[in-house]
């Protein structure tokens, strides 16, 4: 059976992406690799500080028999995606389908996040998929204070209400779509009142590296 690993940055994801698997892709077999390190690495020191640890444990994952692997943290997700060419297997970011989603939605694409690492990264990400698909856009950014500290004190409610308040405060006259940029406040496109498209990650993410880990079977 072909395996997917998925590349987490908090063990936060992992029961997330088996509750995912259960409901949408029975019997997919997935393998999680949770190194926390690696966000704050890069969060300090920017995404490309962690090229040579990545690339390690993509060798790893291929070696040990990865049908492909799933980065599932955005703010290294475009370092893994760009390793792909030399391990031999697909290597996918969690958030481009969102991205090519939101910027088919309209131009006006706001991104939200709860730290700054995460910003460069998906809004570059979300012009990439423009260019693509031959689209204007202009993106937005809203960076949430605060929320980060919540989440790093393991206070899930307080820090979904951060992102969600924020949310709250979106309009149609400010976006035509939004993009929640980390896996982690993907919870609050169900809680929020705007009427702006709340896109999240690992849905369609989880769904992308399912077909693309049965393709190689």
Request: aromatic share 2%; proline share 6%.
């Amino acid at each position: 059976m072909t395996v997917l690993v998925l590349l987490h940055t908090s063990p936060v994801h992992v029961p997330v992406f088996e509750a995912l698997r259960d409901a949408h892709h029975p019997g997919l077999a997935l393998r999680h690799v949770v190194r926390e390190e690696l966000l704050e690495r890069a969060r300090a020191a920017g995404p490309a500080s962690v090229t040579d640890d990545v690339r390690h444990l993509l060798a790893e994952a291929a070696a040990d028999g990865a049908g492909a692997v799933l980065c599932t943290c955005s703010s290294i997700g475009g370092v893994a995606e760009s390793l792909a060419a030399d391990l031999g297997v697909p290597v996918l970011r969690l958030d481009r389908p969102m991205a090519a989603r939101a910027v088919a939605l309209g131009p006006r694409v706001t991104v939200v996040a709860t730290t700054h690492s995460t910003l460069g990264p998906t809004v570059a990400l979300v012009e990439e998929e423009a260019a693509r698909a031959g689209r204007p856009v202009d993106v937005r950014t809203v960076l949430v204070e605060g929320a980060w500290e919540l989440f790093l004190a393991g206070d899930h409610e307080g820090y979904l209400g951060l992102v969600t308040a924020a949310l709250d405060a979106i309009g149609p006259a400010d976006a035509d779509a939004v993009v929640l940029a980390q896996a982690s406040i993907a919870d609050a496109a169900d809680r929020t009142r705007t009427d702006v498209s709340v896109l999240s990650s690992p849905r369609p993410g989880l769904a992308a590296a399912a077909r693309a880990a049965a393709a190689v079977e």
